[in-house]
Nanobody, 115 residues
Framework: QVQLVESGGGLVQAGGSLRLSCAASGSIFRINTMGWYRQVAGKQRDLVATITRDGTTNYADSVKGRFTISRDSAKNTVYLQMNSLKPEDTAVYYC?????????WGKGTLVTVSS
């Protein structure tokens, strides 16, 4: 089992910044890729960014140049630095860790960007 706990969400004005954290525990030795997804009520959960154990990153086009994903292996934590936030970034952000056919998810943290 892998447990993921997100933190760092909140209310911010457009143009502002937030940093999300995802603390992983449990059988984390299994996990290579970790990532962030986001979901607006009534819509599907969309990929935001992923990072592999060796630091390879991948971003959704909508966040490229504004968001940065990073990983601190010593702390078993993944971060999402979000800059130049826009109202359309408002969503619940979820941490994800896939392992073969299993997708581990955190409970999510709400990010609200006001215009």
């Amino acid at each position: 089992q892998v447990q993921l706990v997100e933190s760092g969400g909140g209310l911010v004005q457009a143009g502002g910044s937030l940093r999300l954290s995802c603390a992983a525990s449990g059988s984390i030795f299994r996990i290579n890729t970790m990532g962030w997804y986001r979901q607006v009520a009534g819509k599907q959960r969309d990929l935001v960014a992923t990072i592999t154990r060796d630091g390879t990153t991948n971003y959704a086009d909508s966040v490229k140049g504004r968001f940065t994903i990073s990983r601190d292996s010593a702390k078993n934590t993944v971060y999402l630095q979000m800059n130049s936030l826009k109202p359309e970034d408002t969503a619940v952000y979820y941490c994800n860790a896939p392992w073969f056919s299993i997708n581990y998810w955190g409970k999510g943290t709400l990010v609200t960007v006001s215009s």
